[in-house]
Nanobody
Framework: QVQPVESGGGSVQAGGSLRLSCVVS????????MGWFRQAPGKEREGVAL???????NYADSAMGRFTISRDNSKNTLYLEMNSLKPEDTAMYYC????????????????????WGRGTQVTVSA
């Protein structure tokens, strides 16, 4: 049973930083696509960043230059380093993973992930 579990969310002021972690128990493959998504109240879920170990990470325009996605396969852990946070980054952040499949070009906008975590809340105050 594969179950992603996120942590690291919290409340910060604008300009601050947070590091999210996601431990993915169970086997998914060291090159399987993993990603971060977020959903703010009243808004649709949106992709933030993807990584699969074969290509360079893929970022949403809103995350480019401020967020960094990485993974430590020895710890089965996915990370999202978030800097220069803005109030519009406030959302529930979700980790997602595929099973032995890499990322596709459409995964940020139309995610096709088998496993999802329950989320960790990020709140950025002005």
């Amino acid at each position: 049973q594969v179950q992603p579990v996120e942590s690291g969310g919290g409340s910060v002021q604008a300009g601050g930083s947070l590091r999210l972690s996601c431990v993915v128990s169970g086997a998914t493959g060291t090159s399987a696509c993993m990603g971060w998504f977020r959903q703010a109240p009243g808004k649709e879920r949106e992709g933030v960043a993807l990584i699969d170990g074969r290509r360079a990470p893929n970022y949403a325009d809103s995350a480019m230059g401020r967020f960094t996605i990485s993974r430590d396969n020895s710890k089965n852990t996915l990370y999202l380093e978030m800097n220069s946070l803005k109030p519009e980054d406030t959302a529930m952040y979700y980790c997602a993973a595929k099973s032995f499949v890499g990322c596709s070009r459409t995964d940020l906008s139309r995610p096709d992930f088998r496993y999802w975590g329950r989320g960790t809340q990020v709140t950025v105050s002005a």
